[in-house]
């Protein structure tokens, strides 16, 4: 005896492909652009871009719940035939990721900007930013603050490196130092 089915519910239109007026590599590229123009215009822009920041992602964690609760009711109507719950809301939230959450190289790689970003701003309190050249079992390690900005195969290109980021981070004090631990050379930028 064949028992009727309902067909299930359809995704919010908030979730379906294509509900969103910008791509997701638009809002991330749109999102480093205003941390670069807040720390050109103080710090006081920063720390409301990044309320407005943590704001949004509580909305996103919001969103996902709502996704998986619908999900879950969903599954609840559904009958013989229809996808299990843990198939609704694996499917679900992998839409829900694919549509709404960077890359786990994008969210690094923001998280290393605003680590750069943050050593600026903190040097535009202080005195000169530290560029450090140095060697470590991986390679020359060229940091700005604590932050590694790059680790680079030979001492020359370190050294080359480490310039660039003491010249954009200016005022700034490179300090290149010996395989020892040795400060071998220093040099002031913009100050």
């Known amino acids: ?13 908030s979730l379906r492909k294509g509900a969103l007026p910008y791509r997701a590599s ?3 590229l749109a999102g480093v652009g205003a941390l670069a123009h807040s720390l050109e215009t103080g710090r006081g822009r920063f720390d409301t871009l990044l309320a407005r920041g943590r704001h949004v992602q509580a909305e996103g964690s919001k969103a996902v719940q709502d996704a998986i609760r619908q999900a879950v009711e969903a599954e609840a109507d559904a009958t013989s035939g229809a996808l299990s719950a843990a198939d609704a809301l694996a499917m679900t939230a992998e839409q829900v990721v694919a549509e709404h959450v960077p890359e786990p190289s994008a969210v690094a790689a923001l998280r290393d900007t605003v ?14 930013t530290e560029v450090s050249v140095a060697a470590t079992p991986v390679g020359w390690t060229v940091s700005l603050g604590e932050h590694v900005a ?6 020359r290109e370190a050294v080359a490196a480490g310039r660039r980021e003491a010249r954009a981070a200016a005022p700034a004090r ?18």
């Open 115 to 128: 680590d750069a970003l943050s050593a600026r701003v903190a040097a535009m309190g202080g005195g000169p």
């Open 1 to 13: 005896m064949a028992r009727s089915t309902k067909p299930p519910r359809r995704l919010p239109k």
């Open 174 to 191: 490179l300090v290149v130092r010996r395989a020892d631990g040795t400060d071998a050379e220093t040099a002031t930028y913009g100050g």
């Open 26 to 28: 638009d809002v991330w």
């Open 150 to 155: 790059c680790v680079c195969p030979t001492r």
